[in-house]
């Protein structure tokens, strides 16, 4: 360095390559790094755009790093410094609107020597030949092989038409008669659709807690218990806290536990905000019991997440199938675990924020090979949105449903009956 002030903006961008760095090299995800990597910045705005860029790099991550390989005479190897650096600047350049000037200004500070002049260099041939980025983006490679042959080509290409754009924001409310003055798209009872980036904290019904942000899909695990009329139910792994308040507007007494104290904290802040109860356990599920049988559990466990990949594209690049196999058997011993808790007759809903097949049916089959007091009931069509089919009363949501409205988390959601 020549010891001359970086250009304004090059601290934003110096923490989107260490976010960036955090998820592709040591696999952690996006938002648990963005503390340890915005540790200069302290205007709030900077974070934010340093997570935007961060997120919009990770989105397009194939398509960035197939225009840096074709316009160097040897691929840069996938941890270089440089190519990390191309990806924050062309990302800015061709999907953010930032002048190309300033996209390169303020990350050449971030890369010396000869890596500096490289990045200068591709930068600038990418710029003058006129380089985009396609509208429909491509899925990590083995993503793409992985979706192709759980679900076919087709909800594959559903995928990446998806990734292309951030969701936009759904909410659900604590009652059948939503406030008024809500401008959206009602797609189920209880259920709006905003446009994507809508400020919610000034809308009405926000301060009065009439209803909270939650995606469609995430919504219906909670629903299919139907209403509580006083009945307990668990509600396992449950922080933040979303499907703790549906289960407690429907006249459940709820128990809410997650082993996770701070977002615990955020649950107790929704509860405080919409005046709703729910007794709270911060306890690990799998050392924790109730102290006595219950009428309903919820269970939505900790999963690899890739079902949110619209929202959070780090999951794409740090989800492995080895991490898959990890939690896939964790999912096992909690679902095993939880169903001793539960009376018979009553009902259990399993579910994971998951597009793979070890997360689900298989977690489900294996279930079931070993509990034979328990059966699937079946989810009806009429429990949820004609999008939302249920195949042998099991609901599996996947890229393309709601397309045309917004699209929707992919989801494993079953219903189980304790018989005896």
């Known amino acids: 360095m020549t010891g001359r002030e970086d250009p304004q903006g090059t601290a934003s961008r110096r923490a989107a390559l260490r976010l960036l760095d955090a998820v592709l090299r040591k696999g952690l995800p996006l938002e648990a790094a963005l503390d340890v990597a915005a540790r200069d910045l302290d205007r709030a705005d900077d974070r934010s755009f340093a997570h935007a860029i961060t997120a919009e790099a990770l989105r397009r991550l194939t398509d960035l790093d197939a225009l840096i390989d074709s316009a160097t005479r040897k691929p840069l ?45 591709v930068f600038g041939t990418l710029m003058r030949q006129g380089a985009t980025l396609p509208e429909i983006l491509t899925l990590p490679p083995l993503v793409q092989e992985r979706w192709e042959t759980a679900w076919g080509s087709a909800v594959a290409r559903d995928a990446a038409a998806a990734l292309a754009t951030p969701p936009p924001i759904d909410l659900t409310f604590a009652s059948d008669a939503p406030p008024e003055g809500l401008d959206g798209v009602s797609l189920m009872p ?9 400020a919610v904290a000034g809308l009405t019904g926000y301060g009065s807690g009439e ?17 509580g009329d006083g009945r307990h139910v668990l509600d396992l792994c449950a922080a933040p806290g979303g499907k703790t308040m549906q289960l407690a507007s429907a006249g459940f007494s709820v128990t809410a536990v997650d082993a996770s104290e701070s977002r615990l904290a955020r649950l ?32 939505d466990a900790p999963c690899s997440a890739t079902g949110i990949f619209r929202r959070h594209p780090d999951v794409l690049h740090r989800v492995r199938p080895r991490a898959i196999a990890e ?7 909690m679902l095993a675990r939880a169903a001793g808790w539960l009376k018979p007759g009553g009902k259990l809903v399993y579910s994971v924020c998951s597009l793979e097949p070890e997360e689900g049916e298989q977690v489900l089959e294996a279930f079931l090979s070993r509990r034979k007091d328990f059966a699937v009931d079946e989810i009806r069509l009429d429990e949820v949105p004609a999008e939302m089919r249920p195949n042998n009363g099991i609901l599996r949501i996947l890229p393309g449903t709601f397309q045309a409205s917004g699209g929707a988390d992919g989801f494993f959601i079953a219903r189980l009956t304790r018989i005896s």
Do not use: C, Y
């Open 327 to 333: 939690l896939t058997e964790g999912q096992k011993a």
């Open 268 to 299: 107790r802040e929704n509860l405080e905000r919409t005046k709703l109860r729910a007794e709270i356990k911060a306890a690990d599920v799998m050392k924790w019991s109730p102290p006595a049988q219950v009428d309903a559990i919820l269970l």
């Open 77 to 121: 190897p996938h941890d270089a410094k440089a190519r990390f650096a191309l990806r924050i600047a062309l990302v800015q350049a061709l999907a953010m609107d930032t002048p190309p000037h300033a996209a390169i200004s303020t990350v050449l500070p971030l890369v010396d020597g000869g890596p500096r002049k490289l990045v200068h260099g």
């Open 190 to 198: 209880r259920h709006l659709r905003l446009e994507r980036g809508t």
């Open 211 to 227: 209803w909270w942000v939650q995606d469609i899909s995430a919504s219906i695990p909670a629903r299919l218990l139907g209403e």
